[in-house]
């Protein structure tokens, strides 16, 4: 034994270590001396932090293993883990100096196992291909309007109640019958070969559904067996492909009639048809109850003009017809009359006015009256009407109106004539 392996294993070296600098010196050795690799095993014990960091153990028959994922290289892996999964992982040994604990620092993490099962599913895919197994000549339409469905899955699985759920949320009219099956696992697709020759001898449906929720490509493998493969293709009856996600692809998909992404896909395509013919029927009951409508309402009118034509070529309405025509006539004769006597009338009141206008009698009045007042204008002219004022008139010996001071000479004798009589008067030489 060398010196070094005596003084690490306490040969000949009487040093006491503590535990964190024996931890450390271990620590040192398992790291530099384990390079990085890939252990396979089964995930257990998982635990998601709310850090982002993932701890789990990976087991086999013989043994465990500590195995953390920091929250980086977590955030980065496409493998969602759960316990129970065989997985492939990546990392490097370290030790948990806190406890004296060696764990693996995980990397990178595949499911075991995928790589083979896609390298089997291309191989069959590709040798069904050419056999024409896929070929979309050997499909058939599924019908617009099924009235029996079978749906061959799992009765206690979520994708027959959201199968039902779709259907009564569309109101959809008919009759689904599940038929029981294993959808994953030993045995699966037997069960289901079995279920799709039994709905084959019973004849009574139009439509089959095969189908379950989504998976990983283990959990959906059994629908990838060449048995259940060619017994889809070899149907009879119309069949959907409803398994997994809208991502999952499986053989059933390529070997049905239609593919449907989803078991609630499978429900929306199986209703649409009805849901499209439950709204044309709607329309055509309201556009055949808009013209019943119309018609009645036509008819109504022809009846109503019926019987008023009636009411008027009935006996009764044409002697009511014939009163009324009398008292018409009757009110247009009055009116005539009174209309022509007012005329008469009123071209009588004209010719009086116009007589009136041209008989003596007012002429002679007017010209009375004409007279009566030139007699009072002359009147108030008349040398008399001055008199009466208390004016003088002064004639000469000839009876002339003496009119100016100057024709008057010194003891010329003149008379005065008054409104009561004359007076003779002798000029006198003025002051």
Known sequence: MSRREDSLFGGTDDRVESVTEFTRRVKALLEGGIRPGWVRGEVSNLRAQASGHVYFSLKDAGAQL?????RGDAARQSVKLRDGLQIVAYGEVSVYEARGQYQLIVRAVIEDGVGRLQREFE??????AAEG?????????????????????SPTGAAVQDFLRILIRRG??????????????????AEMVAMLGLAQELGIFDLLVIG???????????????????AVAACTV?????????????????????????PSAAAELVSSHFVAALERATQARQALGDAVDAALERATERLDHARSRLRLLSPAAQVEQ????????????GSALRSAVQGKRQALTELRTA????????????????????????????????????????????????????????????????????RGLTADDPA
């Open 322 to 333: 014939g009163h009324l025509r009398v008292d018409d006539l009757a009110n247009r004769l």
């Open 133 to 153: 197994l896929f070929e979309p000549a050997r499909k058939v339409a599924i019908p617009e309007l099924p009235a029996t469905i079978g749906f061959i899955t």
């Open 355 to 422: 007589w009136q206008r041209h008989a003596p009698d007012a002429r002679v009045q007017l010209e009375s009256h004409r007279l009566l007042s030139l007699w009072k204008r002359l009147q108030a002219a008349s040398p008399a009407s001055v008199l009466n004022r208390g004016f003088i008139i002064i004639k000469d010996r000839a009876g002339r109106p003496v009119t100016r001071a100057a024709a008057v000479t010194p003891g010329q004798r003149l008379t005065a004539e008054f409104a009561d009589g004359q």
């Open 66 to 70: 500590s195995a953390v994922l920091f």
């Open 238 to 262: 119309p069949i959907i492909s409803a398994v997994g996600h809208e991502i999952d692809f499986t053989l059933c998909d390529f070997a049905a009639d239609v593919r449907a992404e989803t």
């Open 172 to 189: 959809w009219r008919g009759r689904v019958v599940v038929l029981p099956a294993k959808v994953q696992g030993e045995g699966a697709a």
């Open 212 to 230: 379950r929720g989504g998976g990983s490509l283990e959990d959906l493998w059994a629908f990838n067996e060449e048995p259940l493969v060619r």
């Open 123 to 128: 191989a069959l895919k590709q040798r069904l």
